[in-house]
């Protein structure tokens, strides 16, 4: 084997291995590494979930299709989403969570419930210009519809003690938490 080739090949090689480097480690492609991570992650994609994402088609401009609602403590946030299209899941910040709801016919029915009371709610609302997580003690609620995400920021106890306007819509939330834990658990 000649000088040339023997050159040739490891040139080959060089060029190669620099192209599979490159690929494997693109920074737009680096998979979130940490619960924290992996929560902000799926939490991020929630927040800007399009109708269409959802395999809704035909929806008017301000018809809630989704909400989030979030609390916990720094650390062990919770974000729990219910889609129109009856898709639910619960993120925990501390890792886990429960994706996939649809699948039950239980859950569907509690999610799209909980998005059906979120209607009245509106006109309480404020337009979201940013997605903070809550800090204890509080509840976050967005509300996503095709124009706007709505947003109202409330205290968890006097949301749970019924001493909130929003109480109802906290406790359809939470009967979406029930139906996701109770699939979860039997499975």
Known sequence: MSSLTVLL???IILVLSALIWRLAY??????ATSPVESYLSLRNRAL?????????ERIGPDTPYAVLMESGEPGAEFTLFAGLSGDASLYLAAGGGVIGG???????????RFVAAVEPYLSWMAKADSFPLPTEGRTHFY???PGVVYTIEENENDLGENESPFSPLFYAGHEV????REV???D
Do not use: C, K, W
């Open 102 to 112: 649809i699948d039950y016919e239980s859950v569907r029915d509690a999610a799209r």
């Open 48 to 56: 800007h979930l399009r109708p269409d994402d959802l395999g809704l």
């Open 26 to 31: 693109r920074p737009s492609q680096r998979v």
């Open 184 to 186: 979860a658990e039997g």
């Open 9 to 11: 090949i490891l040139l």
């Open 143 to 145: 509300v996503l519809t």
């Open 177 to 180: 938490f029930t139906r996701l």
